[in-house]
Structure formats: structure tokens, C-alpha cells
């Protein structure tokens, strides 16, 4: 079973979100247990820097040898910095999920009520497997 | 709910991701597929194909009766060789594709896929009931466990005394492997040399692990059907439901050398493929590889320079081999190059390439 850590919020589409206590610029990526469920990653589609987003908005997507996801903006905000690294090789997403394989950085606008925290997450996913 | 295999129990053990593929709960990948894939074209593979169905003709007219029920000739093949075939409707659309192996002088099996064996079961008893042949579907009792890779051939020979350098590809003899009776064919579905091990389902386990044993030496790994699915893409061989379908002829699929028109006597399909043989169809099946990182799928769009639709992906995946996307699609005939896929809105570029995309060293 892949590791949900205490520290990040969540959405229902596999993501995971960080910063939301320090600050106003949010790093996202997807979670270990999406990055499992879709297999090797092959391409990474990442969001333009400067471009703002609205939650729930199709932003980017990842393609795994099997399947094609896209990625939706977590909160709204623009898009501060994307992961240059991630794209050059995208089997960070299964190697390190919450750490090098991060997607892209917002820059929050609004708020970001609809997350989920780990708990809630952990819920989820143990609902789903 | 899906049907398991006899060997769930080892891919659960495995920590498999297990996915329904027609019926059955089958091992998707027990790591990376990449790896699996690899392992295959390097070293070694062990697949579970026990979905596959096992289909048994017997009886003094059991060639006769699949020359009728079936587009080969297949009362002209040896006893120990295997040939590959196909089974299509009245009216030429292909209803599966087969292997057959005559054990016997009045004994076959005919080897179907998990998504077609009870159609095709079906068809062959109808077929087979004016000949003096039994048709029996004995795919439940039938395991069947693969052995692909470069190294396949030094990890089998650890296993069985039968004679692995005589048996040629296409060809299955009756061997004892690890002290199991086994059906031991030279074929598979992966583009390299390989063994496909037909055991009573009460069997698959322990030679499961007898193989797993021998294996280790040599680099071989389980694997799921994900690599199986790029391994016989990057082979150029077609899938059923992708490349092949009730629509398609053997013609249209580019595999009319498969249809025998030579043999004796009518065969079902004959009349409505016989004025096809010398029409060339209308679309070809081609290799696409993209230019870019992003993947053709089933379904995908083909277009031309000017935006045309101009034939569609059946099959597509990140090839391993070749760094690059691969696809399978059927494609207007016309101009070649300029084409591109349509993924999700956009004009991916792809070039035009001869199938396969893969061909092992001899």
C-alpha cells in the first residue's frame, strides 16, 4: 500500500497539494496511490507559467503505457512554476511521488476549502481499492 | 466477477495488479511493465495465458473438418506442428484468430482467444457436425503458462530432457517438465523465441515455481499483460478487438496468405472471400511512430496534411525498443507522409513504417 503523509491536502482526482498552512503558493503533484493505479508514467503534460486557473480546471495530463489522465487545478490561481524535471523524465511520478515528481506551483487566488486532508484521503483510496 | 486463473494465488503472492480482461482477472503488471517488458526482450518472461481457450477436434475426419470450419489447410499439417489460422463468418469477417496443433494423426487443438472461445467452440461443433470429428471445449481443464525471451530456451532445457533444439517454431510435443506432463510448444506472442507450456490446471503452480526457480539464474521475471500487449505490438502482431473484427476480412487485416484457397472442398467463407483476393483493399494496415512523446491510442484519428480523416489508431503504446510511440492503424490508401494523429484535439505528427517495428536478432 502506498504512503499518504500527514502533511498534504488532497482532492478526490488523486492529487496532493502542499503549502496550504505557510503560504500562498501551493505545490502540486499526484499522489503515490494514482501514480500506482496508472503504471509506469511516460509523458507529463504540465500547465504554461502565467496561466490562471480555475479549480476544477483540465490543466495538464499524464499518460502511463496503459492510460491517459488529465490533471485539473486543485484551487484557482496562476501558474507560478512548473516542473521542468518532471517532463524530461516522467518516471519521477512513480519514483517520487511527493517529492521530485512534483507537477507545478500556484499561486493561490480564492480559497481552497474543497481539499481533502490525509484522513479524508485515506478514506477515499482505501474506499477505491 | 471475473473468473480467476488456476494461478491467482501466485500473482496475489506477487503483489500483482490484477484487471478484468475478457472475464477473467488476469495479472495487469507485478512491478513495473517496463521492466517486464524488458525482461522479455533481454532475458526472460513467465506469463499466466490460462484465459486462453483450449478447444479439442478428434476423430478419423478431424482435418477434414477444419479445412471446412476454418480459412487453412489443416489436414495437411504434420502431427507436432502448430499453424496459424483464422475462423471467419459466411460472409468473410474474421471471427478469430487461431492457432492450431495436430497432436495426432485424428487429434487437434485448436487454441482461441478469451474473448471468442465459447463463440468459437460453438461454431466448430456446428461446423464439424457432417464429418466423423468430435468437437470438444476443454478449456477449463488447461492451463497455460509462457515462457518468452532470448533465454527461454536455456531455462526450459533445465526442466525437461524432451529435445528443445528439434523443436522447431511452430511446432508442440507432448514433454515432461518438471516432472509434469505438459503440451510444450516453440510459439508465442511477443516478437521473441519463447515456449507456451499447456498443463492440467491442477499443474500451473508447481510449475509456476519450478520455472520461477530455474529462472532466476537467467533474469526472468513474471510478467502481466501490459507487456504482453507491447511486446506483441512492438512484433506487429494483431490483437482481436484492435487490429481484427467481425468487420475486417483476413484481406482487409493485409493476412490473406492465411486463406486457402488451394485446399480441397468449400470451406465456410470460400464464396465471399474468393472475389476478394485480388482486390487491394482500401485501407492497409501500417506502423505509425510519433514524433513526439505523446501516444496514439485505440480509436485516435488518423489525418492527413489538410486535416482530413484519412484511418484510424487500433493499437498504440510507448515502445520500449524504440524510444518513441508506436501505433497500428488502418489507413486510407494515398499519401504517406504529412499524416498525424489527433490526441484529444491536437495534430501529433507520426511517420509511416513497414510492421513490425520489432525484429529480434537471429
Avoid: C
Avoid at chain 2, 107 to 131: D, Q, W
Avoid at chain 2, 294 to 311: E, F, L
Wanted: glycine share 10%; no cysteine; hydrophobic share 40%.
Amino acid at each position: 500500500m502506498s504512503s499518504i503523509p500527514d502533511d498534504l491536502h488532497y482532492t478526490k482526482e488523486h492529487e496532493w497539494i502542499s503549502g496550504i498552512d505557510d503560504g500562498l503558493t501551493l505545490t502540486v503533484g499526484i499522489t503515490a496511490y494514482a501514480a500506482e493505479a496508472l503504471g509506469d508514467v511516460v509523458y507529463v503534460q504540465v500547465p504554461e507559467v502565467g496561466a490562471t486557473v480555475s479549480p476544477g480546471d483540465a490543466v495538464g495530463e499524464v499518460e502511463s503505457t496503459k492510460s491517459v489522465s488529465d490533471i485539473f487545478a486543485p484551487v484557482g490561481g496562476e501558474i507560478v512554476e512548473v516542473n521542468q524535471a518532471v517532463v524530461d523524465d516522467p518516471s519521477l511520478v512513480n519514483s517520487d511521488s511527493y517529492g521530485e515528481g512534483w507537477l507545478f506551483r500556484v499561486r493561490l487566488e480564492g480559497d481552497a476549502d474543497d481539499l481533502l486532508s490525509a484522513e479524508e484521503y485515506t478514506a477515499l483510496t482505501s474506499g477505491e481499492s | 466477477m471475473s473468473r480467476p486463473t488456476p494461478l491467482r494465488g501466485v500473482h496475489e503472492t506477487l503483489g500483482a495488479t490484477l484487471t478484468d480482461f475478457a472475464g477473467w482477472l488476469m495479472p495487469l503488471r507485478y512491478g513495473s511493465e517496463s521492466t517486464e517488458h524488458n525482461a522479455v526482450r533481454q532475458a526472460a518472461g513467465l506469463f499466466d495465458l490460462s484465459h486462453m481457450g483450449e478447444i479439442f477436434v478428434t476423430g478419423p475426419q478431424a482435418g477434414e473438418a477444419l479445412d471446412y470450419a476454418l480459412v487453412g489447410h489443416l489436414s495437411v499439417l504434420e502431427p507436432g506442428r502448430a499453424r496459424y489460422t483464422m475462423i471467419v463468418d459466411p460472409s468473410g469477417g474474421v471471427l478469430d484468430d487461431l492457432i492450431v496443433y495436430r497432436l495426432a494423426d485424428e487429434e487437434f487443438m485448436v487454441v482461441a482467444n478469451a474473448s471468442n472461445y465459447p463463440r468459437v467452440a460453438a461454431e466448430l461443433t456446428e461446423r464439424a457436425k457432417a464429418f466423423d470429428a468430435a468437437v470438444e471445449d476443454r478449456s477449463e481443464q488447461y492451463a497455460l503458462v509462457a515462457v518468452q525471451g532470448p533465454h527461454s530456451r536455456a531455462i526450459l532445457g533445465e526442466l525437461t530432457d524432451a529435445d528443445l533444439d528439434g523443436l522447431k517454431y511452430y511446432a508442440g510435443l507432448p514433454a515432461t517438465v518438471a516432472g509434469r506432463e505438459a503440451l510444450l510448444a516453440r510459439t508465442g506472442y511477443t516478437g521473441e523465441d519463447g515456449f507456451e507450456l499447456f498443463v492440467a490446471a491442477g499443474d500451473a503452480e508447481p510449475l509456476w515455481a519450478a520455472l520461477t526457480e530455474a529462472g532466476e539464474p537467467y533474469g526472468l521475471r513474471p510478467a502481466g499483460l501490459s507487456a504482453r500487449d507491447t511486446l506483441r505490438l512492438e512484433a506487429g502482431m494483431p490483437l482481436y478487438g484492435n487490429e481484427l473484427s467481425a468487420d475486417l476480412t483476413p484481406f482487409d487485416a493485409g493476412l490473406g496468405r492465411v486463406v486457402r484457397f488451394d485446399k480441397p472442398g468449400d470451406f465456410v467463407g470460400r464464396a465471399a472471400l474468393e472475389p476478394l483476393k485480388d482486390v487491394p483493399p482500401s485501407r492497409r494496415l501500417v506502423g505509425l511512430v510519433a514524433t513526439g512523446r505523446r501516444v496514439p491510442r485505440h480509436g485516435y484519428p488518423v489525418v492527413s496534411a489538410d486535416g482530413a480523416v484519412v484511418g484510424e489508431v487500433t493499437s498504440g503504446a510507448p515502445s520500449q525498443s524504440l524510444g518513441r510511440p508506436i501505433a497500428m492503424a488502418y489507413v486510407d490508401e494515398g499519401p504517406s507522409t504529412g499524416l498525424a494523429v489527433d490526441i484529444r484535439g491536437s495534430r501529433e505528427p507520426v511517420d509511416v513504417v513497414e510492421l513490425p517495428f520489432y525484429r529480434r536478432k537471429k
